[in-house]
């Protein structure tokens, strides 16, 4: 079956700007995660949902990151205000049980110029 | 505060050898451990995993070895092929949670 998708794949963006990445989850899968991965370093957590609920988020940078799940299957996360500081690749991640292996997506590449 | 630890970025290996990938964390809370190959504009790809009551799995060409007591694991592959050449990802996770925690990765190159 198809995998984890992310869309889009690249996107540039002007300090200040908002953006919105959409994640694909594999489908059935009832957790999901979302890392942050800067350039040379491995991923880092941002935040986790079990079906629609977002049970932890701890790796939240700033409250201009938000993210949402509201039907328990596609999950989008928004930042607004972008910096510079924001460039990095956004990767999600699914499972079936929070337990399970981590099944993750292309990524989305975000360059804020 | 990196409780993970990759201390190699890079590792050249001939073809045919054997690679061997080394993994150090500080938090004795971490039960499950992963690691992940990753290939330049994906994402990473789930290879073997170890829970902490056991001290070895096996998967093929992929060893995974646990030492508790030192906090170490490490990622053996043998024969190293070219098709391996990807950065490696060493990732744990803790009992409370789904959360991983991952290394800053190694850079594996196996040459011909």
């Known amino acids: 079956g198809a995998g984890v998708s992310q869309s889009p794949r690249y996107k540039v963006a002007k300090r200040g700007q908002d953006v919105a990445l959409r994640c694909d989850p594999i489908s059935g899968h009832v957790s999901l995660f979302w890392y942050q991965q800067a350039l040379g370093q491995g991923p880092e957590f941002l935040t986790y949902f079990q079906n629609e609920a977002q049970l932890d988020k701890s790796g939240l940078p700033s409250d201009r990151f938000f993210a949402e799940r509201p039907e328990g299957s596609v999950s989008t996360l928004k930042i607004q205000r972008t910096q510079q500081e924001d460039s990095a690749v956004y990767l999600c991640a699914s499972t079936m049980y929070t337990s399970d292996t981590q099944y993750f997506g292309p990524g989305t590449r975000l360059t804020v110029l | 505060d990196q409780q993970v630890k990759q201390n190699s970025p890079s590792l050249s290996v001939q073809e045919g050898r054997i690679s061997i990938l080394n993994c150090d964390y500080t938090n004795s809370m971490f039960d499950y451990f992963l690691w992940y190959k990753k290939y330049p504009a994906e994402g990473p790809t789930f290879l073997i995993s170890i829970s902490s009551i056991k001290d070895k799995n096996e998967d093929g060409r992929f060893t995974v070895f646990l030492n508790k007591s030192a906090k170490h694991l490490s990622l053996h592959i043998v024969p190293s092929q070219p098709g391996d050449s990807a950065v490696y990802f060493c990732?744990?996770?803790?009992?409370?949670?789904?959360?991983?925690?991952f290394g800053q990765g190694t850079e594996l190159s196996v040459k011909p």
């Open positions: 990732a744990a996770r803790n009992n409370q949670g789904g959360k991983l925690i």
